[in-house]
């Protein structure tokens, strides 16, 4: 999803007393709190590899460089090496809007273990990256970063995440700032006699038996039209409650699971067209 856009939708659709606050603070924290650089040898790793089958033995060299609200840990590599601080001031805004988009206080501190490509990572972990464990983000230098801040986020707001699997795919994948255009894939899937109906959408095992790329990308832009168009409250039910998605989104929308298709699908032209006027920062 676009990056900028999606401020936008914040703007629009999620500045609520209660979150104005949060936010509020969480800028105070941000240029008030952490150091804007530290990197070290010698990282202590007494809370990473305790809940991963990874010994700490294997980061125990790595190089720490310390954002407003993240720790970063990363190998002794050149490219990684001048790409840190870069990264980790985007983790910072990220994880900013993550908090307003559930209004949820994020960890005082989440830790990073930056790999400098995927094939490393997987090797070591034995599965793929990004992940969460704990406060913990496993990343890849080339994943896009919101997906594991998101999947975090998700673990505060309902530990376990959503009884439906398709909110805990298309969120993280809504709000990855890959710079890519779900409204445009989910129009594409419209038109080519792909799309999944959304009845099936919201069904487990109707969902998880369908091509993984297409049924996260749907999920993603039918999740990015909830937001735009109703704002937090349609998510945060398909979150915490355990009534159907039906259910949910009646009460959050006064409108059925039908009529939201139809205005998803009538509104996909829309949308795709402003994600396409925004750049990844």
């Known amino acids: 999803m676009q990056f900028r856009r999606f401020l936008e939708i914040l703007t629009q659709r999620l500045l609520i007393p209660g979150t104005i606050i949060l936010l509020v603070s969480l800028l105070a924290l941000s240029v008030g709190c952490g150091k804007d650089k530290e990197t070290e040898e010698g990282t202590d790793t007494s809370s990473v590899g305790e809940r991963v089958e990874v010994s700490r033995e294997y980061f125990a060299n790595w ?7 993240f720790e970063l840990r990363y190998p002794q590599n050149e490219e990684l090496h001048g790409r840190i601080e870069g990264i980790g001031q985007k983790l910072d805004t990220i994880v900013v809007f993550n908090a307003m988009y559930f209004s949820q206080r994020p960890p ?3 830790y990073v273990m930056m790999f400098p490509n995927k094939f490393e990572a997987e090797e070591v972990l034995g599965r793929e990256v990004p992940f969460v464990s704990g406060d913990t983000i496993f990343y890849e230098m080339f994943a896009p970063l919101g997906t594991g801040i998101t999947e975090l986020m998700l673990n505060r707001v309902n530990p376990g995440g959503s009884k439906f699997a398709f909110v805990n795919e298309g969120l993280p994948t809504l709000l990855d700032f890959s710079g890519e255009d779900y409204h445009e894939k989910a129009l594409g899937f419209i038109e080519s006699g792909e799309a999944i109906p959304v009845a099936d959408m919201v069904d487990n095992d109707k969902y998880t038996r369908m091509p993984r790329q297409l049924r996260r990308e749907q999920a993603a832009s039918f999740l990015g039209f909830l937001s735009y168009n109703y704002g937090p ?3 945060i039910g398909l979150l915490k409650q355990d009534i159907s998605a039906n259910g949910i989104l009646t009460i959050a929308t006064k409108k ?3 009529i939201l298709e139809a205005e998803w699908k009538n509104d ?8 396409s006027l925004e750049t990844q920062p």
Do not use: E, T
């Not at 190089?63 to 609200?69: A, G």
């Not at 996909?268 to 994600?275: F, I």
């Open 63 to 69: 190089l720490r460089h310390s954002s407003k609200v």
């Open 108 to 110: 005082d501190k989440i």
């Open 256 to 258: 059925n699971l039908n």
């Open 233 to 235: 409250k349609p998510i």
């Open 268 to 275: 996909l032209p829309r949308l795709a067209a402003l994600d």
